[in-house]
């Protein structure tokens, strides 16, 4: 192979994979199908155009994605710099001037040596070369195919239906319990019991609850066996109790009675800091997420680290398919990078993005792997997306309940994040002045 790196997609994620392996002295070919072909997200001709809001989320180093911000400035990215360099005021958060943001980076990208830029759809993975493929969330249909047809159709998903994520610690265990249904099996859920009245107060503001936008290219697509939990509700009253909120075969230990109804909870990752709203599904606007979800029982304090969705998404089962690089595991010479991982967020993209560059780059140049660890926020990443024990795998923004290797023993929880943080700019630091430099 030569001594060359296909990229395709100019979204965020490729962009900073190409900037991160040109300035290392490798060349790039950078495909990017836009100005000849749009996805339906996308209106600007320029490169990491922002499809939704404009903020990248918390600048503060106690908040995960504040501190993932950091450590890539530590690594010289250029989705912060250009972050940095055209911000707008947004008290605690980053927001960029979306306009300003994409034409910097497009402006950079242009006017890098090393990178080549071609324009048009790129409908097959290129064999010359490394390539990292970064086609984000909407891949055209001619790529979706070739992807599916390369890592086979069980492990590409096209629709992201999952419900909200939130931290254990956050779950009040004084009102929830551990159990199994009849007592057969270990204890593996959560459940949360309510009485008549708190069901009635929940279904109520359940089925009121304000909806999310549907994009017009979505309105018509079919969630198939994943009903959002407000769709069930407005098919009745009890129509809840009878699916996901069904309370057969538990006993709240407190009072030795059935509940009237039953919210589970499933363990989300190995280390048991995240877990899952079992069946709760949902096209509920975020903030409605969060004022409804806590009206039951045991969630009233939640810390919600995703929140339910349902919308077009193109992923790939990255813990079946991926290490810690980003690299396919069954084939040398294919990444991937961006939300097609299963990372959510412009960060998150951008960090995937960073990992896959620098590691396809030293696998260019017979270079040993960089792999960050999981005490940090870009080794939490990804980690995540390589651990091959997730096995209902969803799209993850950055989060602490990803991190491994951490002191949980102290219980305040901004003087435990604010340790993580300092550790692990430490680490990101090391990383660089030893490996990067």
């Not at 409804?292 to 304090?301: M, Q, S």
């Not at 997730?390 to 990803?402: A, D, E, S």
Request: glycine share 6%.
């Amino acid at each position: 192979m030569s001594k060359t790196i296909n990229v395709i997609g100019a979204g965020l994620a490729g962009c900073e994979a190409a900037y991160q392996i040109a300035k290392r002295g490798v060349k790039v070919k950078l495909f990017e199908m836009k100005p000849h072909k749009y996805s339906p997200a996308h209106h600007s001709e320029n490169f990491a155009e922002l499809v939704c809001s404009n903020s990248l989320r918390s600048d503060q180093l106690e908040n995960a994605v504040g501190l993932l911000k950091e450590e890539l400035r530590l690594m010289d990215s250029l989705i912060l710099k250009a972050a940095d360099a055209t911000r707008v005021p947004a008290g605690g958060a980053l927001a960029v001037d979306r306009e300003g943001f994409s034409e910097y980076i497009t402006n950079a990208i242009k006017n890098m040596e090393n990178i080549e830029i071609i324009y048009g759809e790129q409908e097959r993975i290129p064999d010359d070369n490394i390539t990292i493929v970064a086609t984000g969330p909407l891949t055209s249909e001619a790529m979706f195919n070739h992807i599916r047809e390369l890592i086979g159709e069980d492990y590409l998903h096209f629709f992201d239906a999952a419900a909200p994520i939130v931290t254990f610690d956050s779950i009040n265990m004084d009102k929830a319990f551990k159990a199994a249904r009849y007592g057969k099996g270990s204890e593996d859920y959560i459940n949360c019991p309510m009485n008549k009245e708190e069901y009635e107060i929940f279904y109520n503001a359940l089925i009121s609850a304000e909806l999310a936008e549907v994009k017009e290219f979505e309105k018509n697509m079919v969630f198939e066996g994943c009903m959002p939990i407000e769709s069930m509700a407005s098919r009745g009253k009890d129509t809840m109790r009878y699916g996901p909120l069904k309370p057969v075969g538990l006993m709240d230990p407190r009072t030795d009675v059935k509940p009237y109804a039953v919210v589970q909870l499933r363990q989300d990752n190995k280390n048991g800091t995240l877990y899952n709203i079992v069946g709760f599904q949902t096209h509920l606007k975020w903030p409605e997420q969060k004022r409804v979800f806590r009206l039951i029982p045991g969630l009233e304090n939640a810390e919600f680290v995703r929140y339910g969705v349902m919308h077009r998404n193109t992923y790939i089962n990255s813990p079946k398919l991926l290490d810690n690089t980003y690299k396919l595991k069954s084939r040398d010479n294919i990444y991937f990078a961006g939300q097609i991982t299963g990372v959510e967020g412009y960060i998150e993209s951008t960090a995937s993005g960073f990992v896959a560059g620098i590691n396809a780059c030293a696998k260019c140049l017979n270079k040993e792997n960089i792999v960050f660890p999981a005490n940090t926020s870009i080794g939490a990443l990804s980690h995540y997306i390589s651990d091959s024990s997730v096995k209902n795998f969803q799209p993850m923004n950055v989060n602490f309940g990803l991190f491994n290797g951490v002191d949980t023993s102290i219980r305040d929880k901004r003087k435990r994040n604010s340790q993580i943080a300092q550790k692990s700019l430490e680490i990101v630091e090391y990383i660089y002045n030893n490996y990067e430099k």
